[in-house]
């Protein structure tokens, strides 16, 4: 019997995903009640942290796969450990890896391109993008935020860093420039309020202690009973979730597999290059102007 191999890229498939938009709502989950999870990410910054294991390297790559397949969205990863974005290098464009005068490099060319993108929503007369401004999204995704603000480099580093993080993400969510941010070390140091409050969506995965839990939430939640720490360490992806002007909510988390994440970055790759949205050359200008 003869076997029909097929690409792993899927060029013998019908592209499934050219009308896929970041402005759509982004698919997290399931609630405790069976419902579907969905989140605006363009407009809403999104913080992720827990104890190890707790599932939040599941959440990073759901919104890092929907980023990938989304058309006029661009990526720009900081992944001091490589491998939970890697999949993702070759269509971002930047990938920082444990280098983190790079990333504070990347940072400042960011901020550029927001305050750019003011300056045209001014003269627009408006206060955020739209969808139909066909601007390109761009994604900023960091995997363990504790390495670029504790371990790597000098406390100047770190602390410009710390800066130019929280001025992105203050600037960001109205422009189409979103954060997501991730780590396991659940600690006021690592996640001050100033830069906590700043996230409209935070998920909160499995915590040893109240005051952990309500670092990531606000301070007050655990008193209220939504603490992370009742959380069964067995149920990994299970997380309370907090969205812009409600109460936490219990939620389960999506997992893609490795398999799965590496076939969807592959997929992505393919679909960028005949879609037109060519992987730019690196250390260049023209892929930070703010033109679609």
Same mark, same amino acid.
């Given at each position: 019997?003869?076997?029909?191999?097929?690409?792993?890229?899927? @060029?013998?498939?019908?592209?499934?995903a050219p009308n896929?938009s970041m402005f759509?709502?982004?698919?997290?989950?399931?609630?405790?009640?069976?419902?579907?999870?969905?989140?605006?990410?363009?407009?809403?910054?999104?913080?992720? %942290?827990?104890?190890?294991?707790?599932?939040?390297?599941?959440?990073?790559?759901?919104? +890092?796969s929907k980023a990938?397949?989304? %058309?006029?969205?661009?990526?720009?990863?900081?992944?001091?450990?490589?491998?939970?974005?890697?999949?993702?290098? #070759?269509?971002?464009?930047?990938?920082?890896?444990? #280098?983190?005068?790079? $990333?504070?490099?990347?940072?400042?060319?960011?901020?550029?391109?927001? @305050?750019?993108?003011?300056?045209?929503?001014?003269?627009?007369?408006?206060?955020?993008?739209?969808?139909?401004?066909?601007?390109? *999204?761009?994604?900023?995704?960091?995997?363990?935020?504790?390495?670029?603000? *504790?371990?790597?480099?000098?406390?100047?580093?770190?602390?410009?860093?710390?800066?130019?993080?929280?001025?992105?993400?203050?600037?960001?969510?109205?422009?189409?420039?979103?954060?997501?941010?991730?780590?396991?070390?659940?600690?006021?140091?690592?996640?001050?309020?100033?830069?906590?409050?700043?996230?409209?969506?935070?998920?909160?995965?499995?915590? =040893?202690?109240?005051?952990?839990?309500?670092?990531?939430?606000?301070?007050?939640?655990?008193?209220?009973?939504? =603490? $992370?720490?009742?959380?069964?360490? #067995?149920?990994?992806? +299970? +997380?309370?979730?907090?969205?812009?002007?409600?109460?936490?909510?219990?939620?389960?988390?999506?997992?893609? *597999?490795?398999?799965?994440?590496?076939?969807?970055?592959?997929?992505?790759?393919?679909?960028?290059?005949?879609?037109?949205?060519?992987?730019?050359?690196?250390?260049? *200008?023209?892929?930070?102007?703010?033109?679609?």
């Amino acid at each position: 019997m003869s076997v029909i191999s097929r690409s792993p890229l899927g @060029t013998d498939r019908i592209p499934v995903a050219p009308n896929l938009s970041m402005f759509d709502p982004m698919f997290v989950g399931i609630d405790e009640f069976g419902e579907h999870v969905m989140l605006d990410v363009v407009f809403h910054n999104l913080l992720i %942290a827990g104890e190890p294991g707790g599932g939040k390297s599941g959440l990073i790559n759901l919104a +890092a796969s929907k980023a990938a397949l989304a %058309a006029n969205t661009r990526m720009v990863l900081l992944d001091a450990k490589f491998v939970e974005l890697g999949p993702y290098r #070759d269509i971002a464009d930047a990938f920082i890896g444990n #280098d983190i005068e790079a $990333a504070i490099s990347v940072l400042k060319r960011l901020l550029t391109v927001a @305050t750019n993108r003011y300056q045209w929503i001014l003269s627009q007369r408006r206060r955020k993008v739209s969808r139909d401004d066909n601007l390109s *999204t761009i994604l900023t995704i960091i995997d363990e935020l504790a390495m670029f603000s *504790t371990v790597l480099g000098t406390k100047a580093q770190q602390e410009e860093f710390e800066g130019l993080l929280r001025g992105l993400v203050s600037l960001g969510r109205a422009c189409g420039m979103p954060v997501v941010a991730a780590t396991q070390r659940t600690s006021w140091d690592i996640i001050p309020a100033s830069l906590r409050d700043l996230f409209g969506y935070r998920c909160a995965f499995r915590c =040893t202690t109240n005051g952990s839990s309500d670092v990531i939430l606000g301070q007050g939640w655990a008193d209220l009973g939504y =603490t $992370a720490t009742d959380i069964d360490p #067995d149920n990994r992806g +299970a +997380a309370w979730l907090l969205a812009e002007g409600g109460i936490p909510r219990r939620i389960k988390a999506a997992y893609l *597999t490795d398999e799965q994440i590496y076939n969807i970055a592959d997929y992505a790759a393919w679909m960028r290059r005949p879609s037109g949205i060519s992987t730019p050359a690196p250390s260049t *200008t023209s892929q930070w102007e703010m033109a679609a």
